[in-house]
Every structure is written in C-alpha cells, then in structure tokens.
C-alpha cells in the first residue's frame, strides 16, 4: 500500500528519444507535484497540479509536458530527450489546503539519458 | 523570492557524536518548517515538522526548534547512529510552494 508510487524506477535511453514516467498517489491528495534531483542533490521544483489543474510550472524546456488525468494520477512526457536531462525525477503529493501538510515523495526514477 | 539555506555537507561523525546542520530561511510571513532525510536510493522522507514560532519538531531523537528571530530551523541529535548516514534536507512551505535546501550529507562512522 504504497503511497506514493510511480513508474519506471529506472529508465536508460538514448538522445532524441521519447519516454513517460507515470505517478500515483492513494493518499487523497489535492496536490502532486513533479521535482529533479541533479547529480549534487539539488532538488529542482518542475511542475504542480492541483485538482487537476497546473498551478506551478517552473521555467522548463517544453520537452516536459505534464498530464493528470485525475487527482490521484500525474504522469510526465519528455521528448527528444537530450543529456541534460540524466537525473532522479521525483514525483510528490500534498494537502495544499492545510499549511502544515508535508510532501509525501515517490521513491523516484532515475533517467539516464544516453 | 524565499530560498533556503543550509550548510554544506559532507558531515563526518563518529558514533555516538553531537550533530548539527545549521538551516536558514528567508520567507518572510509564517512559513512552515519541515526536515527531510534520504536514504540512498530512495526518496525523500519526512523527519519532522513545525508550523508556528517556537515550536519544537522531533522524531527519531531529532529535534529542530522554529525560531523566528533568526529565520532558523537547526537539526540537532544527541548521539548520532551509523544509520543516521543519508542527506537531509531543510524545506519551508509558502504561498502554496515548497523550497527546499541544497541538502547535507551526513556520514557516521563506527
């Protein structure tokens, strides 16, 4: 019964490819959010939906395109991938309505970009 | 903007030893606090919390206190634990955004 889970946990591919990560969260959230982690652990936010609808999209090459379907689902597209794009990607979800809610992190999926 | 600072790992312990890792923060208003920890490999976990000023978050004998008049939320553990080793990172919560620090290593040794 995870909480948070998404999908690839690793993925290897090669320049000017397409690939998809998927996130799920059973926590009833409002809030998911998507953050990269480069290789000195800097944590980069990316993305937020809330209730479906985009609330924070950072300056991010529109490679990245973000879907959620629903409050409980965000997945992330990446085209023509390129090598700056190696890093952790970690999918997050919250209760933005309560200021003291934490984030509750995905285990991520590391892109290794070829 | 808000930003996060805290101090640059690596951190070196031996078993047992005092830790600290300094956390400053620049919101201005009443952010919320939060320490996270990662283990390697895995993602980010909560260690502890605080919402208001003065406030004591703790977990796991950690203990960070909100104080207000320094914009600081120090990590503090008595005696640290080979198993403490991960990265932690200091976060507050503003305006419905999360800004985190740029992480601490910790290592312990036995």
């Known amino acids: 019964d995870t909480a948070v889970s998404q999908t690839p946990k690793y993925l290897v591919t090669q320049m000017g490819n397409d690939k998809s990560i998927k996130c799920e969260q059973n926590?009833?959230?409002?809030?998911m959010y998507w953050y990269k982690q480069d290789s000195k652990k800097f944590l980069k936010i990316m993305f937020s939906?809330?209730?479906?609808?985009?609330?924070i999209n950072e300056t991010v090459p529109n490679r990245f395109s973000p879907k959620s379907p629903d409050k409980a689902h965000l997945n992330l597209h990446i085209n023509s991938l390129e090598l700056g794009d190696s890093a952790v990607y970690f999918c997050a979800s919250s209760q933005a309505s309560w200021r003291d809610s934490p984030l509750h992190f995905g285990n991520g999926t590391r892109l290794t970009v070829t | 903007g808000d930003s996060v600072t805290q101090m640059e790992g690596p951190v070196t312990l031996s078993e047992e030893a005092f830790l600290t890792i300094n956390c400053t923060y620049t919101?201005?208003?009443?952010?919320?606090l939060f320490w996270y920890v990662q283990y390697p490999g895995e993602g980010l976990q909560l260690l502890l919390k605080?919402?208001?000023?003065?406030d004591k978050g703790s977990n796991k004998g950690f203990e960070a206190t909100y104080r207000k008049e320094t914009t600081s939320f120090h990590l503090e553990k008595g005696s640290v634990q080979v198993s403490d080793s991960a990265v932690y990172f200091c976060?507050?919560?503003?305006?419905?955004?999360?800004?985190f620090g740029s992480g601490t290593k910790l290592n312990v040794k036995p």
């Open positions: 605080a919402t208001k000023a003065d």
């Open positions: 926590l009833g959230h409002d809030t």
């Open positions: 976060a507050e919560y503003n305006f419905n955004k999360f800004y």
């Open positions: 919101a201005t208003g009443y952010p919320s």
């Open positions: 939906y809330n209730n479906k609808e985009l609330i």
